[in-house]
């Protein structure tokens, strides 16, 4: 009898099936980017820029962030923003830009 890779045996009697893979997490399925490492804020914008639009309650959330920042580290949004084609001019007074 030829080895066909068919056992005779039956299922119960072959032992458990060999281990599968685990499923790769959400963020590192392909096609998806990662955004695992990234600050809240990046994550908001960079995901309406990959939908091709922000909603209002996302920009809102990105403002409070803003405003609670110290100027120093809100020229990575200034950056990023611009990166998205968004026109933004850093406050000279040291002051988050306002909503209005």
Known sequence: ???DGISPE?????GPPPP????????AAPG???YSARRAWET??????????VAQDEIGRVFEVLEQ??????????ALLRSMGIGVVPPA???APSQG
């Not at 039956?10 to 072959?14: G, H």
């Not at 599968?20 to 963020?27: C, E, I, T, V």
């Not at 920042?69 to 200034?78: G, K, S």
Request: no cysteine.
């Open 1 to 3: 009898m030829a080895d």
């Open 10 to 14: 039956p299922a119960f009697r072959r």
């Open 20 to 27: 599968r893979r685990p499923p790769a997490p959400p963020a």
């Open 32 to 34: 998806r980017p990662d």
């Open 44 to 53: 908001l914008i960079l995901s309406g820029k990959e939908r091709g639009y």
């Open 69 to 78: 920042a110290p100027p120093m580290q809100l020229e990575p949004v200034f």
């Open 93 to 95: 007074s040291g002051t």
